[in-house]
Structures are given as structure tokens and as C-alpha cells.
């Protein structure tokens, strides 16, 4: 087995396979390649968005797209609003889907095998921006070979013949890397498909003689007691990469593996930048230099970007004077769901459009698992639908809403409805208020406007708050203020408010319950205490209509 | 609703962190992933990893389609009572 350059792939005459599960051999890619070539070129296309699961599918894609000289965009997901931004740059769609190009439509006269051009702009990534637009990130045939090239000359050794086994998408610069150009050049045989559940990994590598595996922390940490490890310490190599694995999980693989995971650190944008097995510390790779601007950001040079290209990244790190650095954080407002990118700018104006919406913003609820929370000022018509239909009907409608934006991972799982987005003296809301908005449990008091004393008993304006927690429990689908909570708030309004009250509970007298109160109504409440008597007097209106009214009996302690 | 669904659909709200759902909101028979409740890949594994530690069971990595038991609350169910009666 040896080493075939990237740009050679569909000259060279060695014979071997590529995958099994059905068996190809690189002959037959190059065949297939060629002829996908000649289809492109007949119907002169120059660039062609391409989302494929089967991976020696994906390399026939695209060694025949460069055969072409076309250029292939490779969308992180097939979602409605991403599709509609990228239909401009692709004049077709290559994918799994129905109504979209297969690899067979395509095919035409083959042209001949001739080397790839280093220079052809040949790879589009599609990722997501910190201004809410999704970002084109370009790449040459050069790039992505000084990049395997590196890999291989760090870890090609090690791995040998090892089939190589992903639980990762190829849609993404490391599984495009490491699932399929790599092995593609050299020699590993590669799974068609990625194998999201470690159970399919296992029983996967039972089938190889030798296996490495390419997978993500979202895999690597959740891993069971229930897969035969003893077996599994065959794997030569496990990759992980999309964003940091815990130290605890990392220790844990060591323990049962007896290996490290191999950890990659880098971006769409600037490919691979480090690694690291165990520890803290990212190691460089090969080439790779480093630098920080005045916010303590990375800032990458290697020699896989385009030439002269020094790329700014947003990822806070600690330099350390061997070399190596540790991560802190990133500095913009994208965040990292399960490695999977997301920019919280552009959910937030996806969720502002619709009509139940007039602001929003969103932060990372780290529960179990990290997760989207929504902060959200409720339209007019919002509310409306809030009253009517109650608060799933409202979260529902917009999950709903934001699915054609963004993979169902993204949508967010806690909700707070709110009447308008609290700012500070500069009208913004810093992140870590916000965060700590979408912690806090849902509000059980009223919102109190004004409180004034008349005559002999206190005056207060309330509101019910949209989002009150007790909603939950009663009539979901059509929210109203519980007697309970209206004779709890009138309780400790009283005691807030009157000085000796009794406290002593006695019970209730003349209750009536005449009006409904809902989620956002404006109440009046009046409250007095007749200390001869031991009563308290409360009465709610709503809109200038009697709502409630009733009197509390209190009493000195027995 | 049985001792053992009602059990499996509060461990698939508590472990999944969802909001506004109770248990009746499920449909025992209801897809979990996908249209249905509209659980993620992720969810899926954190699922696995929850049923085994609940009911104290292991599934069995070699079983082909192991994963067909996550589809609704119903296979779920089947599943943990078959598991069960070998333990």
C-alpha cells in the first residue's frame, strides 16, 4: 500500500479497494469519477452543492467535479432556509434526496484520466457565521492535500491498514479529511456510512482486521458499560474532533482503550490547527504558527490555508512558552451544540420573523446536555395566542417555526415569555444576564406596576406575567390566574404591606370568584385589614370589572 | 397507562430536560425521534445510556438494530420487560 497524492488519484494505476459493503475498487471510482466528469462538463457546470452519506459516493463526487474543474459545495445540512441561501452558488444539487441530482443522472461520456489542478478552487465549506449569515469558506486542491499529507505523516504509521470507521458526517472539514480523502489516499479502506451509536461502531470493527475511528465528543462521552471494551482495544487510533472532549471522558476512553483519544482542534475556516492525547495542552501541527490579537484570540498561519492568509480566529487561548496553549472559550456568539455549530445571531432573527415574536435572544442551558434557551418578547399577536391556545401551543408553534433554520438539535428546549427584553442603561443585554434570565425558574409573583395607600386600604396595579408557572398546571391550552395564587399574592402583598399583621391563618370567608384573570391582564387589587375584626379585605378587578374578592381571617397564634 | 410506561415516559422528560410536557402528552405509540416527539440523534444516546442505568439492564451490543427499541414509548417498554425477565 502506498501513498497516492491527492492530485493523482485519478491517474494512478495501482489497484486497491477502496470500501466494501458493496466492494469498489479505486479503478472504479476513476471510472465512475470520469464519466461523472463528462456529465458535468456536457451540461457546463462550474459548481454543484453536494450532500451525500455514502462516503466513496462523496469521493466519486468529487474527483469527478474536479476532473471538471468544477467547484463542490458541501452544505452542512439540506434545511429550507439554508438550501434557498446557497441556490445561487450552486447551479445543482447532488444528493440523497428526491428531486435532486444522483450520482447516476449525472454521468456522461467519460473524459480522459489526467491529474487534478492543485489551484482549482474545488471545495466550498458551509458554516455558520457570528453575523447570522451562513459563511463560504473556499478551498484549493492544495490545501486539503498539505493537510492529509501532515496527518499522514504524523499518525500514517500507526494506523497501517486500518479500515477507517466514522461516526462523523463527511459535510464537515474534519469527515471530509479523515473519512475520506485521507484514507482515499492512503489506501485505508473507508466505511461508506457514519455510525452515529457506539453499538454500530463495535459491531462495525468486529468485521475489520485492523479499524481506527473518526468520531466526535457527542459519541465519545456517552458511551456504555455495555460494549465488550477488551475488544475494542484492537482500535489503532480514535479521533475526535468538532470541539473539546471532557477531561473525565477523555480518562475514561484511557482507562477502557488504554489509549488516549487523539483530539483535533481547528475550524472550517483554518482547517486542522492542533491536537492533543490527554491533557490539557494543544500541540500545533506540523507548520502550523500561532499568534494572538489584543483580546487573547488565536490567529493561525499554516500551510494549508491559502498562501499569505493569516486567518483571526475567535477562540480565546493561553499560549505557553513550548508551544503549546489551552482553550478558553470562544469570544463571539457562536456556540458549539454537540459540535455542531451554531450562530445564535442568525436564530435569533429567524425567530424574530415570526408574527407571535418582537425580540428575542437566545444562550446555552448546560443541563444534562447543553441546549438552546429562548428569551422571548411576545408580539401582539403572541399573546394572543398565548391566552388562547396557552404556552406549548405558543413554544410548539415556534420550534416549529425555527425547524426550517436549523437542525432539530438547535431548537431551543426552555422558553421565557416575556412582555418586552430587559436591557441595561445601554439598551443591550449582556450574555450573562441573559443566561442567567434562562436559568431562573419561571416567575410565581405578579409583576407590580404601582402601590399606593387611599383613604384607608393600599391600592395596587398588577400584572399577571405571561409566563407565570402556574400556568402549567391549569387549563394548559387556556391559561388563567388560579383562586389560589390570587388569594397567595393578596396574602403576602398584605404582609409585605401592614405592619402586626396576625399570623395565624384562619380561613376564609365570602369568597367569589366573578372574572377570569389571564396571562397579562392588568389587575387592581385592594387589600385592608380590619384589625378589630382579625379580617383582611381583598378584592382584584380586571379591566374595571370585579374579578375576585373574599376576606382572610387572621389570628394570633394559639 | 401501566406502572412501567408511565415510569419510561417521566425518565424520557426528566433525562431529556423537556419543557410544558407531562406524561399524558405522550402517546404511548408515538414516534420518539424524527415527526414524532422530535428527540435528536443526541437524545437518542443520552436515552441509551438512561434506560440502562434506570432499569439496570445492558443492551446488547451485538443484537443487530438494537436501536429499533427506541422507537416509541411502547417498544420501550417491550424491551425493558424482556430485558428484565433474562436478568
Given at each position: 500500500m502506498s501513498w497516492i497524492a491527492l492530485c493523482e488519484l485519478l491517474t494512478s494505476g495501482e489497484s486497491r479497494q477502496v470500501t466494501d459493503a458493496p466492494a469498489l475498487l479505486l479503478g472504479q471510482v476513476q471510472q465512475q469519477a470520469l464519466h461523472l466528469a463528462g456529465g458535468l462538463q456536457r451540461r457546463n457546470v462550474r459548481s454543484l452543492a453536494v450532500h451525500l452519506e455514502d462516503a466513496a459516493q462523496l469521493a466519486i463526487a468529487l474527483l469527478g467535479a474536479w476532473r471538471a474543474g468544477a467547484r463542490v459545495l458541501l452544505p452542512a445540512d439540506l434545511q429550507p432556509a439554508n438550501r434557498e441561501r446557497l441556490d445561487a452558488q450552486a447551479e445543482l444539487w447532488l444528493t440523497d434526496q428526491p428531486g435532486d441530482h444522483s450520482l447516476m443522472d449525472l454521468l456522461g461520456e467519460p473524459l480522459s484520466a489526467a491529474e487534478l489542478d492543485p489551484q482549482l478552487l474545488g471545495l466550498t465549506l458551509c458554516t455558520s457565521g457570528s453575523s447570522g449569515q451562513p459563511k463560504l469558506i473556499d478551498k484549493r486542491l492544495a490545501q486539503l492535500a498539505r493537510e492529509i499529507e501532515t496527518l499522514e505523516a504524523l499518525w500514517g504509521a500507526d494506523l497501517g491498514a486500518a479500515s477507517v470507521i466514522g461516526s462523523v458526517a463527511t459535510q464537515h472539514i474534519y469527515?471530509?479529511?479523515?473519512r475520506v480523502l485521507w484514507p482515499l489516499c492512503a489506501g485505508r479502506p473507508m466505511l461508506r456510512r457514519p455510525l452515529p451509536f457506539a453499538e454500530d461502531m463495535q459491531r462495525a470493527s468486529r468485521e475489520q482486521p485492523a479499524f481506527c475511528w473518526v468520531a466526535s465528543p457527542a459519541l465519545l462521552k456517552r458511551m456504555g458499560d455495555n460494549l465488550d471494551w477488551p475488544a475494542l482495544r484492537q482500535v489503532r487510533r480514535v479521533f475526535s474532533s468538532g470541539g473539546p472532549l471532557p477531561a473525565e471522558a477523555a480518562q475514561l476512553l484511557r482507562e477502557r482503550l488504554g489509549q488516549w483519544p487523539t483530539e483535533i482542534y481547528g475550524s472550517s475556516e483554518t482547517g486542522g490547527i492542533a491536537w492533543r492525547q490527554g491533557g490539557e495542552l494543544w500541540q500545533p501541527l506540523p507548520g502550523v504558527e500561532?499568534?494572538?490579537?489584543?483580546?487573547?484570540?488565536?490567529?493561525?498561519?499554516s500551510p494549508w490555508?491559502?498562501?499569505g492568509h493569516v486567518e483571526q480566529t475567535a477562540d480565546g487561548a493561553e499560549l505557553h512558552a513550548d508551544g503549546r496553549f489551552a482553550l478558553r472559550g470562544r469570544l463571539d456568539r457562536i456556540v458549539k451544540l454537540e459540535e455542531k455549530r451554531i450562530s445564535l445571531p442568525m436564530l435569533e432573527s429567524a425567530l424574530a420573523e415570526h408574527a407571535y415574536v418582537s425580540e428575542a435572544r437566545l444562550g446555552v442551558i448546560q443541563d444534562q446536555r447543553a441546549y438552546l434557551g429562548a428569551l422571548v418578547a411576545l408580539s401582539e399577536a403572541g399573546i394572543f395566542a398565548l391566552r388562547n391556545q396557552g404556552r406549548r401551543a405558543?413554544?410548539?408553534?415556534?420550534?416549529?417555526?425555527?425547524?426550517?433554520?436549523?437542525?432539530?438539535?438547535?431548537?431551543?428546549?426552555?422558553?421565557?415569555?416575556?412582555?418586552?427584553?430587559?436591557?441595561?442603561?445601554?439598551?443591550?443585554l449582556p450574555q450573562a444576564e441573559l443566561d442567567a434570565l434562562l436559568l431562573a425558574p419561571r416567575p410565581r409573583e405578579p409583576e407590580r406596576l404601582q402601590q399606593q395607600w387611599q383613604d384607608d386600604h393600599w391600592q395596587i396595579e398588577l400584572r399577571v406575567p405571561l409566563d407565570l408557572a402556574h400556568f402549567s398546571g391549569h387549563f394548559p391550552c387556556t391559561p388563567v390566574l388560579p383562586g389560589v395564587v390570587q388569594i397567595e399574592w393578596a396574602m403576602n402583598l398584605a404582609r409585605e404591606l401592614i405592619d402586626d399583621l396576625p399570623p395565624r391563618f384562619g380561613g376564609m370567608e365570602v369568597l367569589k370568584f366573578q372574572q377570569l384573570a389571564r396571562p397579562g391582564d392588568h389587575l387592581k387589587l385592594s387589600l385592608r385589614f380590619d384589625h378589630a375584626r382579625g379580617k383582611l379585605y381583598f378584592a382584584y378587578h380586571n379591566a374595571g370589572k370585579p374579578c375576585s374578592s373574599g376576606r382572610i381571617l387572621l389570628g394570633a397564634r394559639p | 397507562?401501566?406502572?412501567?410506561?408511565?415510569?419510561?415516559?417521566q425518565l424520557i422528560i426528566?433525562?431529556?430536560?423537556?419543557?410544558?410536557?407531562g406524561p399524558d402528552d405522550i402517546a404511548a405509540d408515538q414516534p420518539l425521534f424524527g415527526e414524532g416527539l422530535g428527540l435528536d440523534s443526541v437524545d437518542a444516546l443520552?436515552?441509551?445510556?438512561?434506560i440502562q442505568k434506570r432499569f439496570g439492564i445492558k443492551i446488547d451490543a451485538d443484537a443487530k438494530d438494537t436501536r429499533k427499541h427506541f422507537a416509541s414509548v411502547d417498544s420501550l417498554a417491550a424491551f425493558v420487560s424482556a430485558s428484565r425477565a433474562i436478568a
Open positions: 469527515g471530509l479529511l479523515f500561532l499568534g494572538q490579537d489584543e483580546q487573547g484570540a488565536l490567529r493561525v498561519a490555508l491559502a498562501s405558543v413554544t410548539q408553534t415556534l420550534r416549529q417555526h425555527l425547524n426550517d433554520h436549523c437542525e432539530a438539535l438547535a431548537l431551543p428546549r426552555r422558553w421565557r415569555l416575556l412582555h418586552q427584553l430587559p436591557g441595561n442603561a445601554q439598551g443591550k | 397507562m401501566s406502572q412501567l410506561t408511565l415510569e419510561i415516559k426528566d433525562a431529556l430536560g423537556l419543557e410544558d410536557l443520552e436515552l441509551g445510556l438512561a
